[in-house]
């Protein structure tokens, strides 16, 4: 039965989909990287341009220094 690893992965993707919209890019990172498996393949096009929004934040707030 899949059914647990597919509510993990709502769960991951949901969790993966917020922290881009928030710009918390390294813990982003952090989660592809320790959950790769289970989020290979998955992005919902919102969350590109949420990730390029995040970055910009980032810059200019690692600009202010």
Same mark, same amino acid.
């Given at each position: &039965?899949?059914?647990?690893?597919?509510?993990?992965?709502? &769960?991951?993707?949901?969790?993966?989909?917020?922290?881009t919209?928030?710009?918390?890019?390294?813990?982003?990172?952090?989660?592809?990287?320790?959950?790769?498996?289970?989020?290979?393949?998955?992005?919902?096009?919102? &969350?590109? &341009?949420?990730?390029?929004?995040?970055?910009?934040?980032?810059?200019?707030?690692a600009?202010?220094?």
């Amino acid at each position: &039965d899949r059914r647990p690893h597919r509510e993990l992965e709502a &769960d991951l993707r949901e969790a993966r989909s917020a922290y881009t919209r928030w710009g918390a890019l390294a813990k982003v990172s952090t989660l592809e990287q320790d959950f790769a498996e289970l989020l290979r393949g998955w992005q919902r096009p919102e &969350d590109a &341009d949420s990730r390029a929004e995040g970055e910009r934040t980032h810059s200019k707030l690692a600009g202010c220094r």
